[in-house]
């Protein structure tokens, strides 16, 4: 580490440091570099930003660069091009990426075929449809020849809203050009038949797909599921799942899911439960994604061995549970009377930094008071009113409800002043509140 003295060693290191997935040590190395025009020496932090990218730091990525800029970088198109894949998954990637275009032309510098592609591939991705095709045009009109990480990205902004006749000529143009659509291509097109509901086509498409031999894992099939389930068209669907079973295709469990969310939205909670125990009896490993999917499968027919045996899994795989865990769960627990561990989970999932689901939680604060247990609906009532959110005046009022009749006048009266404090009622109410209160501490 102390021999990287040139900048072809740093910027090595960094490259390196980047398919590592060791950022913080990039930035660390960064920062001990003394001479400053070593430091925005254009190739080195090309290398530096790129490693941040490829770790998912936009936002780390983007402050750095305002720092080089104003130690006096340079920035080239491969900056540029850097900076711009940064946009991808930011929140407000689009209009981040047009700032960097406008940096870019004010600095003299021409956008390549690069520039064009991760600029299509953004504004797929942040559905800017119009503008996709506007920067296909350019591209050509300036002289350059699509490639198909082009064309795949202006395919994929189509499939966004299912304009299928327009990836039907944009599919003849890629033919005409001399291209052959690759997996990606044939893939995309499939989306987008499925999503505009032209399942023959999607069909016929997925046949094409199996005789290239690019349908040997699930994806293809799995778009193809996911929208004949989402048209109503479950049994359609389950005959592709059937199918696709039948020849040998390895399913990681995204078709699995698919299929028993589907059933279970169509009310065959029996046959989604079935489908559950048989992806658990052919697989020993989970994610997050199917082990919610199979937990809910149990929990909504009543399978408590089942649900016990997924919370085990779960352990076992240390898979930490997320808010769809923690209110299946709730739910469950709630429908089955076991109001104890609904309050426990509640406890749990709040201990762990979730968001409390205020309508399932406001539900459960009610039932564990008729069931007689005030303490704990006003444990769950406080949860989420320090779950920095703001609750309605109906739940303080339901606790309340709970509370009085249960003789805890202390804890009334704590609910009492937080709706005065909010003006959701008169003061002299607390004041009432509070001498009811001390005279029955003192019979």
């Not at 199996?210 to 929208?227: H, K, N, P, T, V």
């Not at 997924?310 to 549970?321: F, Q, R, V």
């Not at 003061?427 to 029955?440: A, D, E, G, Q, Y």
Request: charged residues 25%; glycine residues 6%; hydrophobic residues 40%.
């Amino acid at each position: 580490e102390h021999d990287m003295l040139n900048i072809a060693s740093y910027s090595s290191y960094f490259k390196y440091l980047g398919l590592s997935r060791n950022a913080a040590k990039a930035l660390q190395v960064y920062g001990s570099i003394q001479d400053q025009s070593t430091r925005v020496t254009v190739s080195i932090c090309n290398s530096l930003l790129g490693c941040l990218v490829k770790n998912g730091r936009s936002d780390s990525t983007f402050k750095l660069y305002d720092e080089m800029i104003r130690g006096g970088l340079s920035p080239d198109l491969f900056t540029y091009s850097t900076l711009l894949s940064g946009c991808m998954k930011l929140k407000h990637g689009y209009a981040k990426a047009m700032e960097l275009i406008n940096e870019l032309n004010s600095r003299g510098l021409q956008m390549d075929s690069v520039i064009y592609g991760t600029l299509l591939a953004i504004c797929a991705s942040h559905n800017y449809c119009e503008e996709a095709e506007a920067y296909f045009k350019k591209l050509k009109d300036e002289g350059h020849s699509p490639n198909l990480f082009h064309y795949s990205s202006l395919l994929n902004a189509y499939s966004v809203n299912s304009y299928y006749e327009k990836a039907e000529l944009l599919m003849k143009d890629l033919r005409s050009s001399g291209l052959t659509p690759n997996k990606v291509i044939l893939i995309t097109l499939l989306k987008v038949y499925s999503k505009g509901g032209l399942f023959e086509k999607a069909k016929e498409l997925l046949t094409e797909l199996e005789a290239s031999g690019f349908a040997q894992d699930e994806m293809a099939y799995c778009i193809l599921i996911d929208a004949l389930a989402k048209g109503g068209k479950i049994w359609e669907a389950t005959m592709v799942f059937n199918e696709m079973k039948g020849k040998g295709v390895k399913s990681d469990g995204y078709a699995f899911s698919i299929m028993i969310s589907a059933l279970h939205r169509g009310g065959y909670r029996e046959e989604a439960k079935k489908l559950a125990k048989e992806f658990e009896d052919q697989n020993a490993t989970y994610d997050l994604v199917m082990l919610n999917t199979s937990l809910r499968a149990y929990c909504n027919t009543y399978d408590t061995e089942s649900v016990m045996r997924m919370l085990k899994k779960m352990d076992e795989l240390n898979i930490s549970p997320d808010d769809i865990t923690f209110n299946t769960l709730i739910r469950y627990f709630c429908k089955a009377k076991v109001y104890h561990l609904a309050y426990k989970t509640i406890v749990d999932m709040h201990t762990k930094g979730h968001q409390l689901n205020e309508e399932l939680c406001s539900e459960i604060m009610v039932q564990l008071g008729e069931a007689g247990f005030p303490s704990e609906a006003f444990s769950v009532y406080n949860m989420m009113r320090y779950s920095k959110r703001t609750v309605c005046k109906s739940l303080h009022e339901k606790v309340l409800g709970i509370l009085v009749p249960a003789g805890l006048l202390k804890d009334a009266y704590i609910v009492i002043k937080v709706l005065c404090f909010w003006h959701l009622l008169p003061v002299s109410l607390l004041f009432i509140l509070r001498v009811f209160t001390n005279k029955k501490m003192l019979s």
